[in-house]
């Protein structure tokens, strides 16, 4: 009997690989149960192991079990060849996701043998400084959107005097069209544990805390398993491998609020209490959680570190372009035909990644508008396309690359239902500090509504502008400070559907 | 089950489980979302009644506690149906027809978003994101993430949902 992987990742179940799985069991292989490669469109997608690496059938359906050919590995109409030969995965520059979708995401043996915690291993051996200065090299920004250099957060963690710091990780990931934390978390979440456990031996924490979203059960799950095993065979817990560093990790579940992905909201629920966002200063780096110094990062910012760790600082550098270092890992999502991780350095143009490796929409239409960047994040049209993903390149085009996600719009979009939406969300999820945010979201909303129906629409149109400014420059943070983004870009370049005959928009 | 509770109400057992689940966590305060998580796997919902004790337990005021409970949007006042549908309504499940499937579902289910249907089986709510925005649209059924929804779909769920 064959050796067979089937993903235990959450998108790949949503489709039916544990129907697929528990089928191929019952056929007496013996089932892996990996992370996801990230080809979700192909999802779920099974791999024989053989001789000549791995063969991939997929998108497999319980009904497609009983005739593949698992014993040759050989043809099929869903045969997909060497999986690592497949032009999606072939393509891609994976540093972060170089492991995904390989092993058992859970198996400490299965991570040490494919190079893991190779930079915790050399981090043992280096002083806080020396590791801080080799972060500080590779250029890292922040990948929970806003971008800050990760080796000066770090530094000022490192020179803040105090009997306790904290590392923290921000895995509330909420914004649509995201999933690359949850892939890390489901499919290789030693290598954020080993991410973590540098940054603790680097500024010298001892304690830290993942903050999961409610909405990832399996994520959830699947780090506490991460972390027992880890603690088990000493890579975490007291005297890491024998030396004297210490560094407790825990998981702490969020419970449906998005705006506790900005950090301070975060720190408050992860102290028990509502999460409502702390006016800066002070900068979480100095009073951070309990009042204590603390490093704040994304996922996929700590998830990072290992390779710079165990490459060095400048192998990761070396990809990327201007001021935009290393990969992201994007996703790409909502209208398109191939939907799924793709870890790229940047400079990659929006549309490689959404022609080329995409396919175009799944729909088949034209493609009209993308989303960039989460809700916060503003509309492209399709006649940007050809921008090169970089912090800098999107700001100057008033957008953002923010956690990397691509969400795709055919032409049957209606953008000024998208722009109220963006009104709508914030108004559903402000946590009600300040009044821009608080009061203008829903006004927004009115707004929105009177200019659809064309109620003294340029008169309107200006009001809307105008509260978009007050919400930019008055709110306290990003929620409502961003929100102006996705709206203002709607009417900018589709200022076609803010303005349709009130016949029209009445449908 | 269905007898709403008031703060006169204080009945033993919601406020013994209070208790015993705050002390699994060292009765530390900055717990506290994780013992409404616990609390609300284990009644079903939180309870007002709970809300004294997990106060006294974490040595917070009741204030603080009723706070938390209804800044978050996870935790429920009243007990839900047998099973919770959560229909992602963000972006990238828009652009795939999420808002036409809310449509649909609350057609079929004869109720509206945040209602349990007549006969107790599922409770419908609005997600914003499930993670899944690669296979939009998506649901989740209670701890299940379900992708590609449709109405062929959703009518198996909902099947299985009332099994
Ligand atoms: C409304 C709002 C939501 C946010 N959500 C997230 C999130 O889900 N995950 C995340 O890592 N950062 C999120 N951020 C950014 C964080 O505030 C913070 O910048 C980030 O966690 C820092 O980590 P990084 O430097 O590694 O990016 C959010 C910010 C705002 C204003
Ligand atoms: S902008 Fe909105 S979410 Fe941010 S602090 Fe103000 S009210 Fe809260
Ligand atoms: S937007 Fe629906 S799952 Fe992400």
């Known amino acids: 009997m064959s050796k067979v992987f089937v993903p235990r990742d959450s998108a790949a179940r949503s489709v039916g690989a544990d129907e697929v799985a528990a089928a191929l069991a019952k056929l007496g292989h013996e089932v892996v149960r990996n992370g996801s490669r990230g080809l979700l469109f192909l999802e779920p997608l099974v791999e024989v192991e053989t ?43 994976r540093l972060t996701f170089a492991r995904c979708g390989i092993t058992d995401p859970v198996s400490v043996s299965d991570y040490v043998k494919l190079g893991g915690f190779d930079g915790l291993k050399k981090a043992l051996g280096l002083a806080g400084a020396a590791i801080v200065a080799e972060v500080t090299e590779s250029g890292l920004r922040g990948r929970g959107g806003a971008g800050f250099p990760t080796g000066i957060k770090w530094k000022t963690v490192l020179d803040a005097r105090a009997d306790q710091k904290y590392i923290c990780c921000n895995a509330d990931e909420g914004d649509s069209g995201t999933f690359a934390d949850r892939m890390v978390m489901e499919g290789d979440p030693l290598m954020l544990i080993e991410g973590m456990t540098i940054a603790a031996i680097a500024v010298g924490a001892t304690k830290g805390y993942v903050y999961i979203r409610s909405e990832y059960p399996d994520a959830i799950a699947t780090m506490k398993e991460a972390i027992a095993n880890a603690v088990a065979a000493k890579w975490l817990g007291a005297n890491i491998q024998g030396t004297d560093k210490t560094f407790h990790l825990e998981v702490r579940r969020g419970a449906g609020a998005y705006i506790c992905g900005e950090e301070t909201a975060m720190l408050e629920s992860l102290e028990g209490k509502r999460g409502t966002v702390r006016p800066k200063p002070p900068i979480p780096a100095l009073e951070g959680l309990f009042g204590k110094p603390t490093v704040i990062n994304n996922v996929l910012s700590f998830a990072a570190v290992p390779f710079i760790l165990a490459e060095g600082g400048t192998a990761y550098k070396n ?48 493609i009209r508008a993308i989303q960039v960047g989460g809700p916060l994040g503003a509309y ?37 239902a998208q722009a109220r939406f963006a009104m709508e969300f914030c108004a559903i999820e402000s946590c009600g500090k300040c009044t821009p945010c608080r009061i203008g979201s829903t006004r927004g909303v009115e707004v929105i509504d009177k200019i659809v129906a064309g109620e003294d629409r340029d008169a309107n149109l200006e009001l809307l502008s105008d509260l978009c400014q007050t919400m930019t420059d008055g709110s306290l943070c990003a929620m409502g400070g961003l929100t102006p983004m996705p709206v203002m870009s709607a009417i900018k370049h589709f200022p076609e559907d803010f303005d349709k005959p009130a016949a029209l928009a009445a449908e | 089950m269905s007898q709403k509770t008031t703060l006169l109400d204080l009945s033993p057992r919601e406020a013994t489980a209070a208790r015993e689940i705050a002390l699994r966590y060292g009765n530390r305060p900055d717990a506290l979302l994780e013992i409404l998580h616990d609390l609300q796997e284990h009644l079903g919902f939180i309870p007002e009644a709970a809300l004294p004790a997990l106060a006294k337990a974490l040595n917070l005021s009741r204030a603080e506690v ?16 047998r099973h919770v549908i959560k229909v992602c309504r963000a972006e990238a499940c828009q652009s795939m027809g ?66």
């Not at chain 1, 791995?54 to 999986?83: K, M």
């Not at chain 1, 006649?383 to 990397?404: K, R």
């Not at chain 2, 009723?66 to 149906?81: K, N, Q």
């Open chain 1, 51 to 93: 001789k000549d690496g791995r063969i991939a059938y997929g998108p497999v359906t319980i009904d497609d079990v009983a005739s593949l050919p698992i014993a040759t590995a050989g043809a099929h109409t869903l045969r997909l060849g060497n999986i690592e030969d497949h032009p999606y995965l072939k393509n891609q520059e």
């Open chain 1, 319 to 366: 990809y990327g372009m201007g001021r935009s270092r290393g990969t992201l890992p994007f996703q790409l999502a909502g209208n398109i035909r191939q939907g799924g991780l793709v870890e790229k350095a940047f400079g990659v143009t929006l549309r490689e990644l959404v022609e080329t490796f995409g396919g175009g929409t799944f729909t088949g239409k034209p």
């Open chain 1, 380 to 416: 492209v049209p399709a006649s940007q396309m050809d921008m090169p993903m970089d912090y800098e390149t999107f700001a100057a085009a008033q957008a953002m690359v923010g956690h990397g996600g691509i969400v795709v719009f055919d032409e049957t979009v209606d953008m000024a």
């Open chain 2, 66 to 81: 009723h706070g938390v409970v209804t800044f978050y949007h996870d935790y429920r006042r009243e007990p839900a149906g």
């Open chain 2, 98 to 163: 999420a808002n036409e499937l809310v449509s649909m579902i609350e057609r079929f289910l004869k109720v509206k978003l945040g209602q349990t249907t007549a006969d107790g089986a599922i409770t419908l709510e609005a997600a914003y994101c499930l993670g899944n925005c690669a296979l939009s649209p998506a649901v989740m059924v209670d701890d299940k993430l379900v992708g590609r929804v449709d109405a062929k779909k959703f009518e198996t769920i909902v099947a299985e949902c009332r099994s």
